[in-house]
Protein backbone atom coordinates (compact mmCIF):
# COMPACT_ATOMS: atom_id res chain seq x y z
CA UNK A 1 0.00 0.00 0.00
CA UNK A 2 3.13 2.27 0.16
CA UNK A 3 3.16 2.04 -3.66
CA UNK A 4 0.99 5.22 -5.00
CA UNK A 5 -1.94 3.63 -6.92
CA UNK A 6 -5.23 4.53 -8.40
CA UNK A 7 -7.72 4.77 -5.93
CA UNK A 8 -10.14 2.82 -7.75
CA UNK A 9 -7.67 0.09 -7.36
CA UNK A 10 -7.14 0.60 -3.40
CA UNK A 11 -10.40 0.53 -2.79
CA UNK A 12 -10.18 -3.46 -4.57
CA UNK A 13 -7.31 -3.93 -2.59
CA UNK A 14 -9.07 -2.80 0.93
CA UNK A 15 -11.75 -5.13 -0.15
CA UNK A 16 -9.87 -7.99 -0.79
CA UNK A 17 -8.19 -7.18 2.49
CA UNK A 18 -11.61 -7.23 4.55
CA UNK A 19 -12.48 -10.57 2.72
CA UNK A 20 -9.37 -12.04 4.13
CA UNK A 21 -10.81 -10.73 7.71
CA UNK A 22 -12.99 -13.87 6.99
CA UNK A 23 -10.82 -16.19 6.65
CA UNK A 24 -10.34 -19.22 8.84
CA UNK A 25 -6.42 -19.00 9.45
CA UNK A 26 -5.28 -16.67 11.62
CA UNK A 27 -2.19 -15.73 9.81
CA UNK A 28 -3.82 -14.91 6.80
CA UNK A 29 -6.29 -12.56 9.34
CA UNK A 30 -3.21 -10.64 11.05
CA UNK A 31 -1.92 -9.66 7.84
CA UNK A 32 -5.22 -8.46 7.23
CA UNK A 33 -5.21 -5.98 9.75
CA UNK A 34 -2.01 -5.07 9.31
CA UNK A 35 -1.57 -3.61 5.99
CA UNK A 36 -5.55 -2.18 6.70
CA UNK A 37 -3.69 -0.23 9.81
CA UNK A 38 -1.16 0.70 7.30
CA UNK A 39 -3.63 1.45 4.66
CA UNK A 40 -5.95 3.60 6.63
CA UNK A 41 -4.10 6.92 6.37
CA UNK A 42 -3.82 6.70 3.13
CA UNK A 43 -7.62 5.54 2.34
CA UNK A 44 -9.62 5.96 5.20
CA UNK A 45 -13.41 6.22 3.58
CA UNK A 46 -12.67 2.25 2.11
CA UNK A 47 -11.16 0.54 5.27
CA UNK A 48 -13.96 2.27 7.01
CA UNK A 49 -16.25 0.13 5.18
CA UNK A 50 -15.10 -2.98 7.20
CA UNK A 51 -15.53 -1.42 10.48
CA UNK A 52 -18.07 -4.15 11.66
CA UNK A 53 -15.88 -7.04 10.77
CA UNK A 54 -12.75 -5.28 12.25
CA UNK A 55 -14.78 -4.93 15.64
CA UNK A 56 -15.85 -8.69 15.63
CA UNK A 57 -12.10 -9.12 15.35
CA UNK A 58 -11.52 -7.82 18.92
CA UNK A 59 -13.40 -10.96 20.10
CA UNK A 60 -10.85 -13.06 18.27
CA UNK A 61 -9.03 -15.63 20.48
CA UNK A 62 -5.41 -14.97 18.90
CA UNK A 63 -3.59 -12.13 21.12
CA UNK A 64 -2.26 -10.82 18.54
CA UNK A 65 -4.94 -10.17 16.07
CA UNK A 66 -7.10 -8.73 18.78
CA UNK A 67 -4.07 -6.33 19.50
CA UNK A 68 -3.70 -5.23 15.62
CA UNK A 69 -8.04 -4.71 15.44
CA UNK A 70 -7.77 -2.75 18.91
CA UNK A 71 -4.95 -0.44 17.57
CA UNK A 72 -6.87 0.07 14.32
CA UNK A 73 -9.96 0.63 15.73
CA UNK A 74 -8.85 3.57 17.51
CA UNK A 75 -6.88 4.56 13.73
CA UNK A 76 -10.61 4.45 12.77
CA UNK A 77 -12.13 6.78 15.17
CA UNK A 78 -13.23 10.12 13.42
CA UNK A 79 -16.16 12.68 14.35
CA UNK A 80 -18.89 10.51 12.49
CA UNK A 81 -18.35 7.64 14.48
CA UNK A 82 -17.18 8.28 17.63
CA UNK A 83 -19.77 7.21 19.52
CA UNK A 84 -20.24 3.77 17.64
CA UNK A 85 -16.20 2.56 18.10
CA UNK A 86 -16.11 4.51 21.59
CA UNK A 87 -18.36 2.43 22.78
CA UNK A 88 -16.91 -1.16 21.25
CA UNK A 89 -13.77 -0.36 22.18
CA UNK A 90 -15.08 0.63 26.15
CA UNK A 91 -17.21 -3.19 25.98
CA UNK A 92 -13.51 -5.09 24.63
CA UNK A 93 -11.77 -2.92 27.66
CA UNK A 94 -13.88 -4.62 30.41
CA UNK A 95 -12.61 -8.32 29.13
CA UNK A 96 -9.19 -7.53 27.81
CA UNK A 97 -6.17 -8.70 28.88
CA UNK A 98 -4.16 -6.54 31.13
CA UNK A 99 -1.38 -6.08 29.07
CA UNK A 100 -3.57 -3.59 26.67
CA UNK A 101 -5.60 -2.14 29.59
CA UNK A 102 -3.55 1.26 30.24
CA UNK A 103 -2.89 1.43 26.18
CA UNK A 104 -7.01 1.07 25.97
CA UNK A 105 -7.81 3.30 28.69
CA UNK A 106 -5.71 6.02 27.86
CA UNK A 107 -6.53 6.63 24.47
CA UNK A 108 -10.05 6.39 25.32
CA UNK A 109 -9.17 9.45 27.64
CA UNK A 110 -6.85 11.23 24.43
CA UNK A 111 -10.24 10.09 21.66
CA UNK A 112 -12.49 11.61 23.99
CA UNK A 113 -10.95 14.98 24.11
CA UNK A 114 -10.13 15.05 20.53
CA UNK A 115 -14.25 13.68 18.73
CA UNK A 116 -16.38 14.45 21.50
CA UNK A 117 -19.56 15.28 20.37
CA UNK A 118 -20.75 17.24 23.24
CA UNK A 119 -19.82 17.82 27.10
CA UNK A 120 -22.12 15.40 28.35
CA UNK A 121 -20.83 12.66 26.37
CA UNK A 122 -17.47 13.72 26.67
CA UNK A 123 -17.44 13.30 30.89
CA UNK A 124 -19.87 10.21 30.62
CA UNK A 125 -17.26 8.36 28.32
CA UNK A 126 -13.87 9.74 30.77
CA UNK A 127 -16.11 8.31 33.53
CA UNK A 128 -16.61 5.04 32.43
CA UNK A 129 -12.97 4.41 31.76
CA UNK A 130 -12.68 5.75 35.40
CA UNK A 131 -15.07 3.00 36.67
CA UNK A 132 -13.65 0.17 34.70
CA UNK A 133 -10.07 0.66 34.39
CA UNK A 134 -9.00 3.25 36.44
CA UNK A 135 -5.74 1.62 38.06
CA UNK A 136 -4.80 1.35 34.31
CA UNK A 137 -5.12 5.30 33.79
CA UNK A 138 -1.64 6.94 33.06
CA UNK A 139 -0.97 9.17 35.88
CA UNK A 140 0.05 11.80 33.61
CA UNK A 141 -3.63 12.08 32.34
CA UNK A 142 -4.86 12.86 36.51
CA UNK A 143 -3.88 16.65 36.03
CA UNK A 144 -5.55 17.13 32.67
CA UNK A 145 -8.68 15.03 33.87
CA UNK A 146 -9.50 17.52 36.96
CA UNK A 147 -8.45 20.25 34.43
CA UNK A 148 -10.92 19.33 31.82
CA UNK A 149 -13.51 19.21 34.72
CA UNK A 150 -12.59 22.15 36.54
CA UNK A 151 -13.35 24.26 33.19
CA UNK A 152 -16.44 22.00 32.71
CA UNK A 153 -18.67 24.93 35.05
CA UNK A 154 -22.27 24.11 33.76
CA UNK A 155 -21.37 20.25 34.57
CA UNK A 156 -20.13 20.61 37.75
CA UNK A 157 -22.94 19.13 39.56
CA UNK A 158 -23.39 16.54 37.02
CA UNK A 159 -19.56 15.68 37.26
CA UNK A 160 -19.61 15.84 40.94
CA UNK A 161 -22.57 13.81 41.72
CA UNK A 162 -21.34 10.83 39.66
CA UNK A 163 -18.12 11.02 41.03
CA UNK A 164 -19.32 10.68 44.62
CA UNK A 165 -21.56 7.43 43.08
CA UNK A 166 -18.62 6.26 41.76
CA UNK A 167 -16.61 6.44 45.02
CA UNK A 168 -19.19 4.90 46.69
CA UNK A 169 -18.91 1.90 44.77
CA UNK A 170 -15.71 0.98 44.37
CA UNK A 171 -12.69 3.25 46.02
CA UNK A 172 -9.51 0.92 44.67
CA UNK A 173 -9.47 2.36 41.63
CA UNK A 174 -6.48 5.02 42.23
CA UNK A 175 -6.91 7.18 39.34
CA UNK A 176 -10.73 7.47 39.63
CA UNK A 177 -10.01 7.71 43.15
CA UNK A 178 -8.00 10.81 42.64
CA UNK A 179 -10.13 12.67 40.69
CA UNK A 180 -13.31 12.12 42.49
CA UNK A 181 -11.74 13.12 46.09
CA UNK A 182 -10.53 16.08 44.15
CA UNK A 183 -13.42 17.32 43.08
CA UNK A 184 -15.43 16.13 46.28
CA UNK A 185 -13.06 18.68 48.02
CA UNK A 186 -13.76 21.45 45.51
CA UNK A 187 -17.56 20.93 44.81
CA UNK A 188 -18.39 19.12 47.96
CA UNK A 189 -21.19 21.55 48.74
CA UNK A 190 -23.01 21.13 45.38
CA UNK A 191 -23.79 17.59 46.25
CA UNK A 192 -25.76 19.12 49.53
CA UNK A 193 -28.64 20.18 46.94
CA UNK A 194 -29.89 17.58 46.22
CA UNK A 195 -29.30 17.61 42.51
CA UNK A 196 -30.07 14.56 39.93
CA UNK A 197 -27.80 11.98 38.25
CA UNK A 198 -30.08 11.30 35.10
CA UNK A 199 -33.73 10.74 36.76
CA UNK A 200 -32.34 9.28 40.05
CA UNK A 201 -32.36 12.12 42.87
CA UNK A 202 -29.30 12.12 44.95
CA UNK A 203 -29.59 13.30 48.41
CA UNK A 204 -26.28 13.62 50.46
CA UNK A 205 -25.52 14.78 54.05
CA UNK A 206 -21.84 16.12 54.80
CA UNK A 207 -21.60 13.13 57.36
CA UNK A 208 -21.81 10.48 54.20
CA UNK A 209 -19.35 12.54 52.45
CA UNK A 210 -16.79 12.60 55.08
CA UNK A 211 -17.24 8.95 55.11
CA UNK A 212 -16.33 8.43 51.90
CA UNK A 213 -13.52 10.53 52.35
CA UNK A 214 -12.15 8.94 55.76
CA UNK A 215 -12.59 5.65 53.90
CA UNK A 216 -10.08 6.44 51.17
CA UNK A 217 -7.68 7.71 53.63
CA UNK A 218 -7.74 4.22 55.52
CA UNK A 219 -8.28 2.01 52.65
CA UNK A 220 -5.40 -0.26 51.91
CA UNK A 221 -5.71 -0.05 48.23
CA UNK A 222 -4.83 4.28 49.00
CA UNK A 223 -1.53 4.98 47.79
CA UNK A 224 0.59 7.97 49.47
CA UNK A 225 -0.39 9.98 46.80
CA UNK A 226 -3.98 9.16 47.03
CA UNK A 227 -3.62 9.92 51.06
CA UNK A 228 -2.43 13.36 50.49
CA UNK A 229 -5.60 14.06 47.91
CA UNK A 230 -8.17 13.07 50.60
CA UNK A 231 -6.75 14.84 53.40
CA UNK A 232 -6.41 18.07 51.09
CA UNK A 233 -10.34 17.27 50.21
CA UNK A 234 -11.06 16.91 53.89
CA UNK A 235 -9.52 20.04 54.78
CA UNK A 236 -11.33 22.02 51.56
CA UNK A 237 -14.70 20.80 53.14
CA UNK A 238 -14.04 22.45 56.05
CA UNK A 239 -14.81 25.93 54.50
CA UNK A 240 -18.07 24.29 52.98
CA UNK A 241 -19.56 22.35 55.71
CA UNK A 242 -20.87 24.66 58.21
CA UNK A 243 -21.62 21.65 61.13
CA UNK A 244 -17.97 19.16 60.53
CA UNK A 245 -15.72 21.31 61.47
CA UNK A 246 -14.72 19.49 64.86
CA UNK A 247 -14.95 15.73 63.00
CA UNK A 248 -12.50 17.09 59.77
CA UNK A 249 -9.95 18.72 62.38
CA UNK A 250 -9.87 15.27 64.34
CA UNK A 251 -9.40 13.73 60.97
CA UNK A 252 -6.82 15.95 59.64
CA UNK A 253 -4.46 16.07 63.33
CA UNK A 254 -4.79 11.81 62.93
CA UNK A 255 -2.18 11.93 60.58
CA UNK A 256 0.08 14.09 62.73
CA UNK A 257 2.42 11.73 63.29
CA UNK A 258 2.18 9.52 60.12
CA UNK A 259 5.09 7.97 58.71
CA UNK A 260 5.25 9.67 55.50
CA UNK A 261 7.01 13.08 56.13
CA UNK A 262 4.48 14.77 53.49
CA UNK A 263 1.27 13.35 55.02
CA UNK A 264 2.68 14.52 58.17
CA UNK A 265 3.49 18.35 57.19
CA UNK A 266 0.58 18.26 55.44
CA UNK A 267 -1.35 17.69 58.69
CA UNK A 268 0.47 20.11 61.05
CA UNK A 269 -0.24 22.99 58.57
CA UNK A 270 -3.53 22.17 57.95
CA UNK A 271 -4.10 21.45 61.83
CA UNK A 272 -2.82 25.25 62.15
CA UNK A 273 -5.26 26.55 59.83
CA UNK A 274 -8.11 25.71 62.84
CA UNK A 275 -5.75 27.78 65.76
CA UNK A 276 -3.13 30.24 65.16
CA UNK A 277 -4.60 31.09 61.59
CA UNK A 278 -8.29 30.12 61.59
CA UNK A 279 -8.80 33.73 60.38
CA UNK A 280 -6.91 33.00 57.15
CA UNK A 281 -8.69 29.10 56.52
CA UNK A 282 -11.44 30.33 54.33
CA UNK A 283 -10.00 32.33 52.27
CA UNK A 284 -6.83 29.90 51.59
CA UNK A 285 -9.41 27.28 51.13
CA UNK A 286 -11.42 28.75 48.31
CA UNK A 287 -11.83 27.52 45.06
CA UNK A 288 -9.28 27.13 43.05
CA UNK A 289 -9.66 29.18 39.93
CA UNK A 290 -11.01 28.55 36.51
CA UNK A 291 -8.29 27.00 34.35
CA UNK A 292 -7.28 29.17 31.26
CA UNK A 293 -6.34 27.72 27.56
CA UNK A 294 -7.29 23.83 26.71
CA UNK A 295 -7.02 21.10 28.73
CA UNK A 296 -3.20 19.60 28.61
CA UNK A 297 -4.80 16.33 27.88
CA UNK A 298 -4.19 17.19 24.11
CA UNK A 299 -0.29 17.90 24.57
CA UNK A 300 -0.32 13.84 25.63
CA UNK A 301 -0.06 12.13 22.59
CA UNK A 302 1.89 9.02 23.06
CA UNK A 303 0.62 8.35 26.63
CA UNK A 304 -0.76 4.87 28.24
CA UNK A 305 1.34 1.79 27.40
CA UNK A 306 2.23 2.51 23.46
CA UNK A 307 5.87 1.34 24.85
CA UNK A 308 5.06 -1.75 25.96
CA UNK A 309 2.21 -2.07 23.16
CA UNK A 310 5.22 -1.68 20.54
CA UNK A 311 7.48 -4.32 22.48
CA UNK A 312 4.97 -6.91 22.74
CA UNK A 313 3.98 -6.72 18.67
CA UNK A 314 4.91 -9.61 16.89
CA UNK A 315 7.53 -9.64 14.62
CA UNK A 316 6.85 -8.09 10.79
CA UNK A 317 7.11 -9.98 7.37
CA UNK A 318 10.75 -9.95 6.24
CA UNK A 319 11.37 -7.69 2.55
CA UNK A 320 13.80 -9.89 1.67
CA UNK A 321 12.17 -13.42 2.43
CA UNK A 322 8.28 -12.34 2.16
CA UNK A 323 7.65 -15.36 4.93
CA UNK A 324 4.54 -15.27 7.20
CA UNK A 325 5.80 -14.25 10.68
CA UNK A 326 5.72 -16.56 13.50
CA UNK A 327 4.09 -15.61 16.73
CA UNK A 328 4.74 -17.17 20.01
CA UNK A 329 2.09 -19.32 20.58
CA UNK A 330 2.70 -21.00 16.89
CA UNK A 331 6.15 -21.94 17.63
Known amino acids: MDINSESGLRVLAVNILGRFLLNNDKNIRYVALNTLLKTAHADHGAVQRHRSTIVECLKDPDVSIRRRAMELCFALINDSNVRTLTKEILDFLETADTEFKSYIASNLIL ?13 DTILKVLVKAGNFVDDQLVPGLIHLFAGMTSL ?35 LLTGASTDD ?6 ETEVLDILEAVLKSAHSSLVTQNFALTAVMKLSS ?20 DVELQQRSVEYSMLFTAYSH ?10 LPEGKSIITTNETIGGEEEMAADRPAQLAPETHQMPVRSEER
Not at 162 to 185: K, M, N, P, T, Y
Not at 200 to 205: D, F, G, Q, R
Not at 280 to 289: A, I, V
Open 111 to 123: TAEKHSPTQRWHV
Open 156 to 190: HAYIVQHLFVALGDDISQQSLVRIGVWCVGEYGDV
Open 200 to 205: ELIEVS
Open 240 to 259: RFSEMNDRIQSIVARYGESM
Open 280 to 289: MRNGLLERMP
